[in-house]
């Protein structure tokens, strides 16, 4: 490796590594916030919150990486080009695709490398993380009693604790509803003060009560007198109720039960589930002529012998009057049209859905694809950017790639959203973005290795400056 190559790489290792991290802590604290009101209040702890950060990490970095790379290679060469580097390197004879040779070839390895982590290892994370999530939101939050009002996260009853001492034990005023047998609160428990506190590796919660009573309402025929219901008073000095904590612990599923998700599989898994679902369309379509054949001549079959059945009634010499036979026809003929219509519907539905699965899938295995090829294709458009603006630093580049970052991400969500529907085929419109970005790139490149001034920013300055001096 030549001494130019290693200077560049170290110039673009330093900015990569810097914008990957913060593009990664972006996005992943972009996504966790959906999940916020379900993660709060529920006494995690740091190593549950680790674990769920980290494979939401792995997750999101597929989606850093392009960014990081437009970022990082407009930081690299537009510094180069500002402290005029570029210009000395390109004046000893050294062509511009030559100067972006050792980046192009880091940036293929990580274009590479990140097609096989997105197939491999982000199916793996996104089954522990779903997983990991669906556990959490099944979780109770911790007891939270605020003073002078019901708490109802015990099953089965209801609690109220009008004053909590300092000593995060001692309670005043205590009333609790007991409805765990079902019914309505037929017992209700009244307490002076109180002490609650968890035992055995805080499996139960033990709430002790003093000087209180409890008020049962005797909802049975033997406790009944000239159906006037019957209520018991039971005083009591000391009393203690011992509630089980095993809903608010974290329990985990099954992972396999997790594994259908089209997340979680890998190419070669969805090109299964694709085929499958493709395969099973087809079928239906095929399957769908005949099956409405046996309503056309049933409704054949059931409209000649009513009219066969009025010939037959016409015949004959009866008192009573006749239906109207084409009345007769038009209530049959009704009725079957109405099976047939709800017959199609039902089945249009049913391919609609089918198909609409197998685009997902399919998007899928494209997006493997696509991500990977992003990272090339944001390499062409920064570094040709980088070296024809000459600005380094976190100002330009950094509004020239969320610029660029935004019109991937539209165009990318827009071809999926059409791929989904079937309004385009699911690998064009996967990878309409990075076929309309490419002739850019393409074309950044063109310039720069022309030394043309037309993206600098002095060229436009100068250009203006001439426009007011004419008109002045």
Not at 166 to 175: A, E, N, P, Q, W
């Amino acid at each position: 490796m030549k001494k130019l190559d290693k200077l560049i790489l170290r110039s673009f290792f330093g900015p990569f590594f810097l914008t990957f991290a913060v593009v990664e802590f972006i996005l992943l604290t972009q996504y966790m916030l959906k999940y916020l009101d379900e993660l709060v209040g529920k006494d995690l702890g740091a190593a549950v919150f680790g674990e769920l950060l980290f494979y939401f990490s792995l997750n999101m970095a597929p989606v850093a990486m392009p960014l990081a790379v437009l970022l990082s290679s407009l930081m690299t060469f537009g510094t180069l080009g500002e402290h005029h580097e570029l210009t000395a390197i390109k004046t000893s004879g050294i062509a511009l695709p030559r100067i972006l040779r050792p980046v192009f070839f880091v940036v293929t390895v990580l274009s590479v490398g990140a097609f096989f982590f997105n197939n491999n290892i982000v199916p793996k994370a996104n089954l522990k993380a779903y997983s990991l999530l669906w556990d959490i939101r099944q979780k109770k939050p911790t007891m939270n009693f605020k003073e002078g009002a019901f708490y109802n996260g015990l099953p089965g009853y209801s609690i109220k604790i009008n004053e909590k001492l300092g000593d995060g034990k001692s309670l005043r005023d205590i009333m609790i509803y007991d409805h765990s047998k079902g019914g309505s609160n037929t017992t209700v428990i009244l307490a002076d003060s109180g002490q609650m506190y968890t035992q055995y590796n805080d499996n139960y919660l033990v709430l002790e009560l003093f000087d209180g009573n409890m008020y049962v309402d005797q909802d049975d025929a033997s406790f009944r007198n000239n159906s006037n219901e019957q209520f018991v008073r039971q005083r009591f000095d000391a009393s203690k109720i011992v509630f089980s904590l095993a809903s608010f612990n974290l329990d985990r599923t099954r992972e396999e039960l997790f594994s259908d998700n089209k997340m979680m599989k890998s190419i070669n898994q969805l090109e299964q589930v694709t085929d499958s679902l493709r395969d099973y369309s087809r079928r239906e379509k095929d399957l769908y002529a005949p099956s409405v054949d046996p309503f056309y001549m049933y409704f054949k079959a059931d409209t000649s012998k009513v009219k066969n059945g009025m010939k037959l009634q016409q015949g004959k010499k009866v008192e009573r009057k006749l239906p109207d036979p084409n009345a007769e026809t038009l209530m049959i003929a009704t009725n079957k049209a109405r099976n047939i219509k709800s017959f199609t519907e039902s089945y249009v539905e049913r391919i609609t859905n089918t198909a609409r699965d197998a685009n997902n899938y399919e998007i899928e295995i494209w997006r493997k694809y696509t991500q990977s090829a992003a990272i090339l294709i944001m390499f062409l458009i920064g570094a040709p950017l980088g070296a024809i603006i000459k600005k380094g630093g976190l100002g330009v580049p950094v509004i020239i790639s969320i610029i660029f970052f935004i019109i991937m991400y539209v165009m990318a969500i827009l071809g999926e959203k059409w791929a989904r529907e079937g309004l385009i085929p699911v690998g064009m419109g996967m990878w309409g973005a990075n076929v309309i970005l490419l002739p850019i790139g393409l074309f950044f490149l063109y310039q720069a290795r022309n030394d043309s001034s037309l993206l600098e920013v002095d060229f436009w300055r100068k250009l203006m400056t001439r426009l007011r001096r004419n008109k002045l």
